[in-house]
């Protein structure tokens, strides 16, 4: 059965940092993977998926990620966060029916 | 990317009556729809996945009486909370899936319904 982990539930980070957000999946098949970012009271918008191309995918508002079979692992990153990066960040993956798995969610606090 | 409204975004009710949300795809027709619900602080289970003109396919644990999915047309799908009681209390989003839900395709969220039921 599919599943995602993401590790570390709260990330904080200065203004201008870098922001990494961990997740990790299993999957006996092949996974489509997905990040989305939640602004508070509402729904989710999807920053970039993995679907077997590229293993480095770019995303919106500077995001990419890179999908790593050895390591399992799909993490995002920005080089550079905004304030306007604060929300709650899921990693999902796909299963075969086409539903989305998510993971727990990491919030992204950016102080000044 | 598609855009998915909701309606209402925000409900409160009393115990005991039921509650109506809909949700429509505002710029495509949408085969595939998921039904979610969120607690506060927590991430997005799946309630329901439904076709339409087909019966919904309700996950593990979810009451398909309690919980009535309506997927009569391309662009529109309702939940209705039936009997909503306190614990029913949450998140509810709506998702898109264009193109029949292959697990590759992307979906795309509605804003989301608060539902406090008192």
């Known amino acids: 059965a599919q599943s995602v982990t993401q590790l570390g539930s709260h990330v904080s980070v200065s203004e201008g940092a870098l922001v990494l957000l961990r997740c990790n999946y299993s999957s006996s098949v092949p996974p489509y993977l997905f990040w989305y970012v939640q602004y508070p009271n509402q729904g989710l918008q999807l920053l970039l998926k993995?679907?077997?191309?590229?293993?480095l995918v770019k995303g919106i508002n500077g995001f990419e990620a890179e999908f790593k079979k050895s390591e399992t692992s799909f993490h995002l990153t920005k080089p550079s966060a905004h304030m306007s990066d604060a929300a709650e960040y899921f990693c999902a993956v796909s299963v075969n029916t086409g539903k989305l798995i998510f993971g727990q969610g990491t919030t992204l606090q950016v102080k000044p | 990317g598609a855009v998915v409204s909701q309606h209402p975004s925000r409900v409160i009710c009393k115990s005991g009556t039921s509650v109506k949300i809909e949700c429509r795809s505002l710029?495509?027709?949408?085969?595939?729809m998921f039904w979610y619900r969120q607690f506060p602080k927590q991430s997005l289970m799946l309630m329901a996945t439904s076709n339409e003109g087909s019966k919904a396919t309700y996950e593990q644990g979810v009451e398909k009486d309690k919980f009535l999915i309506n997927h009569a047309s391309l662009t529109l799908s309702t939940l209705t909370v039936t009997s909503a009681h306190p614990e029913d209390s949450s998140f509810y989003i709506c998702?898109?899936?264009?193109?029949?839900?292959?697990?590759?395709?992307?979906?795309?969220f509605g804003p989301g319904t608060r539902l406090l039921v008192l």
């Open positions: 993995y679907t077997s191309a590229a293993t």
């Open positions: 998702s898109y899936s264009a193109l029949g839900g292959g697990f590759e395709e992307t979906q795309y």
């Open positions: 710029d495509f027709q949408a085969t595939t």
